[in-house]
């Protein structure tokens, strides 16, 4: 549109994959030395909070300052990297590199074909790419962005420019980028948790026992075999989900040693039955495991009773009055399954109660 002063309603775009794609462009805007538009992001069936965003560009062609051909910066709703070890640098803008690529490459070759803009009185213009997301800031704060140092918005992310449909691939991308957030951040150990839940209980326990109980979220402890109890950042803190096997394998692959495992019952009792995702498999067959444990345990047979009318993990635990013979089977068993997925690392195991607090840790 500026380069040939034309308003377009319509645009095909080359994906890294090879691919060309339509998008539809809403709001145009044209001046003698900028244009504007916007397109609507579509994430299909996957739980996407930026589903329906609005995704702004505004170029203008200015004067730079150096030799670059192409200036990409961000605006309203586009956030910045305040962590090291995520794809951009430190007090970038959250803009990974294969957009910009995208954005130099296109950028490049349409301004390729002669164009009188791109000079004044003389002096080499340069485009000036301007992205920005108007309610970015807030749909932020419904992601992890903020825990992986990106803040003030949105980032503009992407490898192949398709978000596949029900896809868990953007959630276990947030915790490789977690783990190396982490693992720049200087971390040795890393708590890994199911859920929010769990995660406040580790942070308030650990918390208390180093002896930091100024805020929970800003410094907590671990206590590691022969090492004294150190504070951990808020980096340490990963928020893993349903995707056990992932997170731990993750940990072990970046050079983490040591690891406390963060549920709740019924999660951790999907853990101790060898599922590296929790999200899969019937409760009941899981409770009918707990039951064979149990059985063969002279400590806890007495509960195999509870188990046979329990409809759910956390009615066995309610019902047994969170019986201590009970818990540690089962977070005996889910330590073992996660140093089988990751061999090479420590791991330690912290169950939360429903009410948020900590039944077991070892």
């Not at 995702?277 to 047979?301: C, F, G, I, M, Y």
Request: one cysteine or more; hydrophobic letters at 40%.
């Amino acid at each position: 549109m500026l380069r040939d002063q034309q308003l377009l309603d319509e645009v095909d775009i080359i994906l890294p994959t090879g691919e060309s794609v339509h998008f539809r462009l809403h709001g145009q805007k044209l001046c003698s030395d900028s244009a504007r538009c916007y397109v609507i992001k579509d994430a299909g069936d996957d739980p996407d909070v930026t589903n329906g965003a609005e995704i702004h560009v505004d170029v203008t062609l200015a004067r730079a300052s150096g030799e670059e051909t192409v200036i990409i910066r961000g605006g309203t709703g586009i956030g910045h990297v305040t962590k090291p070890g995520l794809a951009v640098p430190q007090g970038e803008w959250a803009i990974n590199p294969i957009p910009r690529k995208m954005i130099g490459q296109v950028i490049n070759e349409v301004f390729s074909i002669h164009c009188p803009l791109l000079t004044s009185q003389g002096s080499p213009l340069v485009p000036h790419v301007t992205i920005s997301i108007p309610n970015g800031e807030e749909l932020a704060r419904k992601t992890l962005n903020s825990r992986l140092g990106i803040i003030g918005g949105l980032s503009i992310l992407g490898t192949t420019g398709i978000v596949k449909p029900i896809s868990s691939l953007a959630w276990t991308e947030t915790i490789n980028a977690a783990v190396d957030v982490a693992v720049a951040c200087g971390c040795k150990t890393l708590v890994l948790s199911t859920g929010r839940t769990s995660e406040l209980a580790a942070q308030k326990h650990l918390a208390a026992e180093s002896g930091v109980t100024d805020h929970p979220c800003r410094a907590e402890g671990e206590k590691l075999p022969g090492k004294r109890l150190r504070k951990l950042s808020d980096e340490a803190f990963i928020m893993m989900g349903d995707h056990v096997g992932h997170a731990l394998q993750a940990c072990e692959r970046k050079g983490i040693r040591n690891v406390v495992l963060a549920a709740q019952f019924a999660k951790l009792l999907k853990i101790a039955c060898g599922h590296e995702q929790t999200h899969v498999s019937s409760s009941r067959l899981d409770l009918n495991k707990l039951q064979e444990w149990l059985a063969r345990s002279p400590r806890a047979a007495r509960f195999v009773p509870c188990v046979v009318q329990a409809n759910t993990a956390r009615e066995v635990l309610e019902t047994t009055g969170a019986a201590k013979e009970l818990i540690s089977l089962v977070g005996n068993r889910a330590s073992r399954f996660a140093t089988q997925l990751a061999p090479c690392l420590r791991v330690k195991v912290l169950l939360a109660g429903y009410a948020g607090e900590v039944l077991y840790f070892r």
